[in-house]
């Protein structure tokens, strides 16, 4: 299997990665080059005329772009008034998006690229390329290929028991009574329910393996810096502990991509459909990596919004467990443990006679997915609103730009599920109204089993345990946390940390 390695650079860039002081002459140096290179360019700015250019040093705007995107995207098109206006990121340009003609340009036209706009300018994927890994046929098209014949119907019927069972098992492991932080418990019952559907069962069932898989997630996530985004190549710590995750992720999974190749029996699970298919080790792991990442950030921090929101409003909750009751009468199986109750309910079930979960769901997600959507402009200049978008150009569009647009969703701060129980007129007057699970040439390819995990989790955890939202100090918060809604990755919690006080019943 053709694996291209290309030796890493030893000597000059360990001096480098020790030595404070060279590092910062070399980002002056960048600096100044950028500076340069901004002033050189104003001209080409200028001709492009009509569109709005924040002018100013790239430097600023880059780091403003990496620090505090959505203050920054937001605060200039309110401070401008403009739907549209350029900006540089060190070389790049960068052009963004407000509106309904800018939102319809940016998910329909088939020249902008999503791949390469997060490539250079979104969060931090791990990638074999990282450590000089370059896979064979890693294109963005034959990976969604391989998520949606990943998230079939019939596969996931048949993996659905054992993501029951794994949570289930993760729960019990909690105790009968007990506080525990969401962030981290039910993010981890989502990281094992993505391990169970993009991997193959040799690793989730492994309890020990599974959690290394998961430090050295966070170990990449942790590395991901506002420079380290802006300047990948600049050695230092923060450089290292990338590399040092994504070959820890890298030869973790490279042992089971080998097991599942040596197997003279072909199994239904994800690496042996990778194997099957004729990808080389390099791509089977970076689809791996891909779709545990994908299937981790969103999901993992929308389950935990989820249940916060829930316990924050008891009305919403008992209407879900409710709705929970009624799906196990009319399906579940009567006897056996809950999990296994749950098991005999048919997958159409779950997707479709659970209204009030899936209002609530899209409800989390409209409140914290106000990230920026980026592409890139790879098909030749173009015109967007009588303004030109050159070649080359990326795009951001803050998803907040319409889920808190108050003529589609009137108070939008307000967490009011009913906006998608009872679909109101202002909603269904524009395009693109939604964009929690992507929309027009990108929609989100794990969206089906994204929802299925969150409800499995949501479902189980309230048919086990009562629970209420406390401090601390185990008592009702002042206030709950609320999304970043800057930090580039997804909506981690800011403000003092919450937990989950939960006590054993077995309501069901
Ligand atoms: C609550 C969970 C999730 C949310 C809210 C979510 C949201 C989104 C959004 C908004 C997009 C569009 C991005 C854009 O237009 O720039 C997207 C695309 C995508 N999502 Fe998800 N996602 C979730 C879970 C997942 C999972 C579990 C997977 C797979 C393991 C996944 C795989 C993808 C892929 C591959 C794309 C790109 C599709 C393409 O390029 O055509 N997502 N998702």
Known sequence: MAVSYIPPSEGFWRTLETSPTIIILLFSFCFIVFGFLSARSKSRDKDSAKMYHLGGYPMLSAWLFFTKRYDFMCGTFKRTGQKMFRFRVLQHHVVAL??????????????????????????????PRDINIEPVDGGATLFVKHVLNLFRKDRIMDVTPHLLEDVNRRMDDWGKSGKINPFQEMYNLIFQMTVRMGTCRELADDPQATARLSKFFLLHEKAASPISLLLPWLPGRAKQAKEQATRGLYDLLSQYVDLRRRSSVRSADAIDMLVADGHDDATAIAFTLGIIFAGVVNTGINVCWTIIYLGDEPGWKQKVVDEVKTLLFNHGSTTGPIHQRFSAVPLNAWEEEMPVLDAVIK??????????????????????????????????????????????????LSFDPDRFLEPREDASKVLFPFLGWGAGRHPCAGMRAAKLEIKFAIALFLSKFEYSVVDASGKAPKCLPQPDRNNIQNAKPLGDPCYLKFERLEIM
């Open 98 to 127: 407000s509106g309904e003609e800018g939102r319809k340009a940016f998910l329909s036209e088939k020249n902008f690229d999503l791949q390469e706009g997060y490539r250079i300018l979104g969060g931090p994927a791990p990638d």
């Open 363 to 412: 409800e989390t997600i409209r409140f914290t997915m106000s990230g920026t959507a980026l592409r890139r402009n790879i098909g030749g200049d173009m015109l967007i609103a009588h303004k030109t978008v050159r070649n080359g150009d990326f795009l951001a569009y803050s998803l907040g730009d319409i889920h808190f647009d108050d003529q589609i969703y009137p108070n939008p």
